[in-house]
C-alpha cells in the first residue's frame, strides 16, 4: 500500500466507484479494492439489497479491516412524503428493512435521501407529505436506535428530491423528528447547487454533522472541477467534525443503468476506478492534513 496521509478521519469509499450492483462479484471487487486503495470505510448504496449476502460481506469487510455505511433513496411508488397511505407503508418498510441490512453488516450509519423518492418531483411537498416523512423518519429512528444505528439526512438538490434541499432544510426536518440518532449528512456535490458556499452550510449545522460526502461539481475525478475544497475541509476542521468523509463518485461505465437514470449519469466521467480511488484518497488526506497545519499556525 502507498504512503498515505493519516488525517483523523474515517475515510471512506462508495462502492459505485468499482461496481453497479451487490452481487457477491461486485461485492468481493469493491472491498479488496477499496481496502487496496487506503480507505478504511466501504459505502453501499442498498439499491439493490436483495442480492446482498449480508453475512458473507461482514465477513469480509472484516477480513480486509472496513467499517461499512449504508445509504439509499426511496422510490415514487415507496415514498414516505407521499400522501398515499399504502406508498407511505411501503416506504416505511423500505427503511425498516434497510435498518436490518445495516445492523446485519455490522454498520451504524443508514445515510442518505431517507425521506423521498430519489427524483424530479413536479410539485412542492405538501403539508400532509412532510406530516408523514417527519412519523415515518421518528418510527425508524426510534427502531434503529435500538439496533445502534444512527440515520443521516442527506442534503440533495431540487432535481433529486422536494423535502430537503439546504442544511436549513435539513436542520428543521431533525428538529421536527425530535430523535438524537438523527444527524445531518453534508454532500458537496449538492452543496454546490443549492447552497451560497461550501463553508456557511457546515457551521450552521456544527455538532449536528455526522456523515460527508466529498464529490466534484460534476462527479469525477476530485480537484477537477471548480470546488472550493481546501475552504470546506477548513470548516470541517473548525467545527472539530471527527466523522466519516467518504468520496463518491459515478460513471455510466460502472453504475447500473436504473441507477445511472435516477441520478441523471448520462457520461462516462471516468474508466478506471483504481486510478479514481487512489487519487481521491490522497486528495482528501492532503486537505484535511493541510487544513491541520493552517489552524496550528494560526
Known amino acids: 500500500m502507498p504512503d498515505l496521509p493519516s488525517p483523523a478521519n474515517l475515510l471512506g469509499c462508495h462502492a459505485l466507484v468499482w461496481a453497479g450492483g451487490l452481487s457477491p462479484d461486485d461485492i468481493e471487487r469493491a472491498v479488496v479494492r477499496t481496502a487496496a486503495a487506503g480507505f478504511g470505510l466501504l459505502e453501499f448504496s442498498l439499491h439493490d439489497s436483495t442480492n446482498l449476502d449480508t453475512a458473507a460481506t461482514r465477513a469480509l469487510l472484516a477480513e480486509h479491516g472496513l467499517a461499512v455505511a449504508c445509504s439509499r433513496g426511496l422510490a415514487f411508488d415507496a415514498d414516505i412524503s407521499s400522501e398515499d397511505p399504502a406508498v407511505v407503508e411501503r416506504g416505511a418498510q423500505l427503511l425498516r428493512d434497510s435498518v436490518e441490512v445495516v445492523a446485519g453488516l455490522g454498520g451504524t450509519m443508514l445515510a442518505g435521501a431517507l425521506y423521498s423518492a430519489l427524483g424530479k418531483y413536479s410539485a412542492p ?151 479514481l480511488a487512489a487519487h481521491a484518497r490522497r486528495f482528501v488526506g492532503d486537505h484535511l492534513l493541510a487544513a491541520s497545519h493552517a489552524s496550528q499556525r494560526r
Open 125 to 275: 411537498l405538501t403539508a400532509g407529505g412532510r406530516a408523514n416523512v417527519v412519523r415515518v423518519l421518528r418510527e425508524t429512528a426510534q427502531e434503529a436506535r435500538g439496533r445502534g444505528i444512527t440515520l443521516g439526512l442527506e442534503i440533495c438538490n431540487r432535481y433529486e428530491t422536494n423535502v430537503v434541499n439546504t442544511a436549513h432544510d435539513a436542520l428543521r426536518l431533525a428538529d421536527d423528528v425530535g430523535e438524537d440518532n438523527l444527524v445531518i449528512h453534508l454532500d458537496t456535490y449538492h452543496m454546490n447547487i443549492e447552497e451560497d458556499d461550501l463553508v456557511r452550510p457546515v457551521y450552521e449545522v456544527g455538532d449536528r454533522l455526522g456523515y460527508v460526502h466529498v464529490g466534484e461539481n460534476h462527479r469525477g475525478y476530485l480537484g477537477s472541477g471548480h470546488l472550493d475544497f481546501p475552504a470546506f475541509f477548513h470548516a470541517l476542521l473548525d467545527i472539530g467534525y471527527t466523522g466519516p468523509i467518504t468520496f463518491e463518485s459515478f460513471s455510466s461505465a460502472v453504475v447500473s443503468r436504473g441507477l445511472s437514470n435516477d441520478l441523471a449519469i448520462w457520461r462516462n466521467l471516468w474508466d478506471d476506478g483504481e486510478d
